[in-house]
């Protein structure tokens, strides 16, 4: 079994036209390669029941996750979620923002801080774009078990959901995924 799983930024739902959404439709012209090998794409939002969500994945015992995430969901929802799953995990990151779990906390995604990704997580690609300080932007990474250095995109946060770039890369990714 083998898991595909797409993570909304903030503010996005999985009703709305967002590239999250869009990624995950793409994703799914993939639906043949995943019926020969027993996958699934799911579709999630930044604040889902992360550890419900994590035993529900766990049951299916898959042999490996791969996450793609936008912003919170890059930074909030994917640690939240990969940090429970028994399966390795690979990801393709999009502008990934800090979320502190406390509100006081809540300033830091307007400043350069450090994602702690989960020791059993890949990151295979990573596209950030660089704003103003006033202007909200993705983090670096920290841990995990690999980690490649970040693509930097001429794009705002609310575009580089929608990029070529992220969405081609996603795409690869999960086309060698499938192929395993």
């Keep these: 079994m083998k898991v595909i799983i797409v993570i909304s930024g903030f503010t996005q739902k999985r009703h709305q036209k967002t590239g999250s959404r869009q990624l995950w439709r793409e994703l799914h012209l993939l639906d043949d390669l995943c019926a020969e090998r027993d996958a699934i794409i ?9 550890e419900n969500y994590a035993k529900f994945i766990n049951s299916l015992e898959p042999t490996e996750v791969l996450v793609c995430a936008y912003s919170w969901g890059g930074g909030f929802g994917m640690p939240e979620l990969t940090e429970r799953l028994v399966a390795p995990v690979t990801c393709v990151l999009c502008d990934p923002v800090y979320r502190s779990k406390t509100v006081l906390g809540r300033w830091a995604s307007f400043c350069d801080w450090k994602i702690e990704v989960p020791k059993n997580v890949t990151v295979v690609k990573h596209f950030i774009q660089e704003a103003k300080w006033w202007e909200l932007d993705g983090d670096r990474l920290k841990g995990g078990k690999s ?23 996603a795409v690869m990714v999960a086309k060698e995924y499938l192929l395993k």
């Design 147 to 169: 980690l490649c250095q970040p693509t930097i995109l001429d794009y705002t946060h609310t575009e580089i959901d929608n990029s070529d770039e992220y969405h081609k890369a």
């Design 42 to 50: 799911d579709l999630r939002e930044w604040d889902s029941d992360w």
